[in-house]
């Protein structure tokens, strides 16, 4: 049972916009009900103003197309919805239709912890169009958040160089579901464990957390509290020591820590939660060593991101686990992954694949047209580039790409994952998810790691891709200013 049916236990298959429904209705009620089509899931920028994303959420994909059904309760609610004129939006034998209706379209997708870049497929769909529709807003919705907080986490991995990191952004996460989704994801992206316990539960990712200022404040004197939750769970001693005065809260750790240890258990570490953490993780590193405790961790949270890791890092603080909440877990300073899901390709019964285009005024609005396939190429454990293809016209070296030609080798990122409706992916644990993650960012060339400015990685589009964009750009705007003139 997958992980939306064990919270959810009834159908999911409304968690769609309106509009991909009466679009549904009208390709049933023409001749396009027997086309195919095939639509890809992109990104047209990295968030952050970063260099790369992380795709991720393939699993929730996975679970959600398992068990698309249109239940009594589904079809009982759309025969109420009303057109303008009072009469029925969707007449029954429509809904007859929705009532057996099975997700056969073949599905590929990079498999999570892949790093991806702007305009590359993270998701193709090919099959009856009318089911390729109803897939586009649930797909966005699963796969833009956990792409956004993989990448998040693992840009906040990054800045601290390679110390941990504890995710516990659920109390001011976006409710229930964007909690569990970004405990999940940031652990894909690189986070050690979390706060959250049903996450936990759900996903076997490790859980931590000690105590709030709350248990201080509850005794008498700060050095009591320490003691009475040594007495209560000695094997998890981090003490949170800035309810008051942060030095002094350590020098009360270390006795409570010499009297763990007579007890035959150890003092794990302190927590700061304010102040000018460098200066007082410094300080309190002094005040652990000389009280012999030179293993004890540091652990330091209060709105902490990439950026001010990194600024802590610089001036020499001396954390050794980072407690990273509300701005991972929300995706702070973007709330959203921009990721669109864009038809590139349709086929008539007996017929070829005709591939399809966006014009936009804006260039970077323009869709790819084709079947896609990304191919990546890397040598000495090194990305050098990617190359969008089109399975049609097939695979060719793009112009200026020669670099590419010395790769010792290269791989074709989607992979099958749902063929004619079924599942044909071994879905890996999330540990494997969260191992392709770190590989995959070794993989990367620093400058495009680097959390600000980072370079431009390249990702170019092969020949016969590239002049089948130009060649249907070019006819759809010669018909547009034929009928125009016309």
Not at 39 to 59: E, V, Y
Not at 367 to 382: A, C, I, M
């Amino acid at each position: 049972m997958g992980i939306l049916t064990q919270l959810y236990r009834h159908s999911l298959t409304l968690l769609t916009d309106l509009y991909q429904l009466t679009m549904a209705y009208g390709y049933w009620k023409s001749e396009a009900r027997e086309t195919e089509a095939a639509f890809h899931l992109i990104f047209r920028t990295n968030p952050f103003k970063g260099g790369f994303s992380l795709a991720c959420g393939l699993d929730y994909v996975i679970d959600f197309v398992n068990n698309v059904r249109f239940d009594k309760s589904d079809l009982a609610y759309l025969s109420t919805l009303k057109g303008h004129d009072g009469r029925p939006l969707f007449e029954r034998d429509f809904l007859d239709h929705l009532r057996g209706l099975r997700i056969t379209c073949d599905i590929d997708a990079v498999p999570e912890g892949t790093v991806v870049f702007p305009y590359e497929p993270v998701v193709r769909v090919q099959g009856p169009i009318l089911e390729a529709q109803l897939l586009e807003t649930p797909l966005l919705n699963l796969v833009n958040f956990q792409s956004l907080i993989a990448t998040k986490a693992a840009r906040v991995c990054m800045a601290t160089q390679g110390e941990p990191v504890l995710e516990f952004g659920l109390r001011r996460a976006q409710g229930i579901d964007g909690a569990l989704a970004a405990s999940r994801a940031a652990y894909i992206g690189g986070c050690s464990a979390t706060s959250n316990v049903l996450a936990g539960k759900l996903f076997d990712i490790p859980v931590a957390g000690t105590h709030a200022h709350s248990w201080v404040m509850c005794f008498d004197d700060e050095e009591e509290s320490f003691r009475t939750y040594a007495k209560a769970l000695p094997n998890n001693c981090v003490f949170l020591v800035d309810t008051y005065d942060s030095l002094e809260g350590v020098r009360k750790a270390v006795s409570v820590g010499q009297w763990l240890r007579a007890q035959g258990q150890e003092l794990l570490g302190i927590r700061l939660d304010s102040g000018d953490l460098a200066q007082l993780s410094i300080d309190a590193r002094k005040i652990l060593d000389e009280g012999g405790f030179p293993n004890a961790t540091i652990v330091a949270s209060n709105e902490l991101d990439e950026q001010a890791i990194a600024v802590l890092k610089e001036k020499g603080a001396t954390i050794g686990l980072w407690g990273v909440g509300t701005k991972l877990a929300t995706g702070y300073d973007q709330p959203a992954m921009g990721g669109v899901y864009k038809l590139a390709a349709v086929r008539r019964p007996g017929g070829v694949w005709q591939p399809r285009i966006k014009l936009s005024e804006e260039p970077a609005k323009i869709s790819n047209p084709g079947l896609q396939q990304v191919r990546r190429f890397q040598h000495e454990g090194r990305f050098l580039g990617d190359v969008i293809y089109d399975l049609v016209t097939g695979f060719g070296w793009p112009e200026g790409a020669g670099n590419l030609r010395d790769a010792a080798a290269s791989t074709d990122l989607l992979v099958p994952v749902v063929r004619q409706g079924r599942l044909v992916y071994n879905l890996p644990p999330i540990t494997e998810a969260r191992r392709r993650a770190s590989e995959q960012l070794t993989g990367l060339p620093p400058a495009v790691r680097r959390l600000d400015k980072p370079e431009v990685y390249p990702v170019r589009l092969a020949p016969g891709l590239a002049r089948l964009k130009h060649d249907l750009a070019e006819q759809a705007r010669a018909r547009s200013e034929k009928k125009f003139a016309d």
